[in-house]
């Protein structure tokens, strides 16, 4: 990476943060506490990987969602792209500086809304800590991989669609993957072409991992390796769509 690339994902990771965006992680901190210290009589021991999994559900999309809003759209309108490309930063570049500048922003957000009250948890519980750390850094391997999925969709989504919408877009397009997975599952099992596509064009590959390292069923290396040729479907979409888009029409 050079000096002019690392500069521009420091700016990106910079523009993110407004008085808005720094107010949000207390917010988010009040609900990770919540979710880490709510009482219930049925609990007998305090597990750590049933607690971050809570946690984790929560923040990392609605994170994603929040600082992805508009993310490549918001820049065109606001001739923040076509400054950035008049200086010689080519799309591809652009693209993977606010990828990773989102993806950064997302996980200060999850580490101190979400890892703080965990270690407050473990900390303050009176209750017996089960605690087994394969579990716990392979929940954060998987949900690191779940965001980097959603800031790709979103990405994909904001090079066609203005504002907001990318995010009510990736609502309605979840809603839709939940139904065709389930179709796909039940009458179309038998169909290698049906199953391949479901799982590009629906990833499931990251959450049934989890869903096995929550179970301890198996090392989950398939569903790993199909969410990880998701991600680079979308990323790939991702990249193409933001050297299709129009950029010289300026602010609206």
Same mark, same amino acid.
């Given at each position: 990476?050079?000096?002019?690339?690392?500069? &521009?994902?420091?700016?990106?990771?910079?523009? %993110?943060?407004?008085?808005?965006?720094?107010?949000?992680?207390?917010?988010?901190?009040?609900?990770?506490?919540?979710?880490?210290?709510?009482?219930?009589?049925? =609990?007998?021991?305090?597990?750590?990987?049933?607690? &971050?999994?809570?946690?984790?559900?929560?923040?990392?999309?609605?994170?994603?969602?929040?600082?992805?809003?508009?993310?490549?759209?918001?820049?065109?309108?606001?001739?923040?792209?076509?400054?950035?490309?008049?200086?010689? =930063?080519?799309?591809?570049?652009?693209?993977?500086?606010?990828?990773?500048?989102?993806?950064?922003?997302?996980?200060?957000?999850?580490?101190?809304?979400?890892?703080?009250?965990?270690?407050?948890?473990?900390?303050?519980?009176?209750?017996?800590?089960?605690? %087994?750390? #394969?579990?716990?850094?392979?929940?954060?391997?998987?949900?690191?991989? =779940?965001?980097?999925?959603?800031?790709?969709?979103?990405? !994909?989504?904001?090079?066609?669609?203005? #504002?907001?919408?990318?995010?009510?877009?990736?609502?309605?397009?979840?809603? =839709?993957?939940?139904?065709?997975?389930?179709?796909?599952?039940? !009458?179309?099992?038998?169909?290698?072409?049906?199953?391949?596509?479901? %799982?590009?064009?629906?990833?499931? #590959?990251?959450?049934?991992?989890?869903?096995?390292?929550?179970?301890?069923?198996?090392?989950?290396?398939?569903?790993?390796?199909?969410?990880?040729?998701?991600?680079?479907?979308?990323?790939?979409?991702?990249?193409?769509?933001?050297?299709?888009?129009?950029?010289?029409? #300026?602010?609206?």
């Amino acid at each position: 990476m050079t000096p002019a690339f690392l500069k &521009l994902c420091w700016i990106e990771f910079r523009r %993110q943060w407004t008085t808005t965006a720094f107010v949000t992680p207390l917010l988010f901190l009040i609900v990770g506490s919540f979710i880490v210290f709510i009482p219930s009589p049925y =609990i007998r021991e305090f597990n750590v990987g049933e607690k &971050l999994f809570g946690l984790m559900s929560f923040l990392v999309p609605v994170a994603s969602a929040f600082f992805c809003v508009g993310l490549v759209h918001n820049d065109v309108k606001d001739g923040w792209l076509r400054t950035l490309l008049v200086r010689a =930063i080519r799309r591809e570049e652009y693209l993977l500086a606010r990828s990773l500048s989102m993806l950064a922003s997302v996980w200060a957000t999850v580490t101190f809304a979400g890892t703080l009250p965990l270690l407050a948890g473990v900390i303050f519980t009176k209750l017996p800590v089960n605690f %087994q750390p #394969g579990e716990v850094l392979a929940l954060y391997g998987l949900f690191l991989g =779940i965001s980097l999925l959603y800031i790709s969709i979103l990405s !994909f989504f904001s090079c066609w669609l203005p #504002g907001v919408v990318n995010v009510v877009a990736l609502m309605a397009w979840w809603f =839709i993957a939940t139904a065709g997975h389930a179709y796909t599952t039940f !009458f179309l099992w038998d169909s290698p072409w049906a199953v391949f596509a479901d %799982q590009f064009l629906f990833p499931n #590959g990251f959450f049934d991992a989890v869903d096995a390292v929550r179970n301890n069923t198996h090392a989950p290396y398939i569903e790993v390796l199909w969410g990880t040729a998701s991600l680079a479907f979308f990323w790939s979409l991702s990249f193409w769509s933001v050297n299709r888009i129009q950029v010289d029409k #300026g602010s609206e």
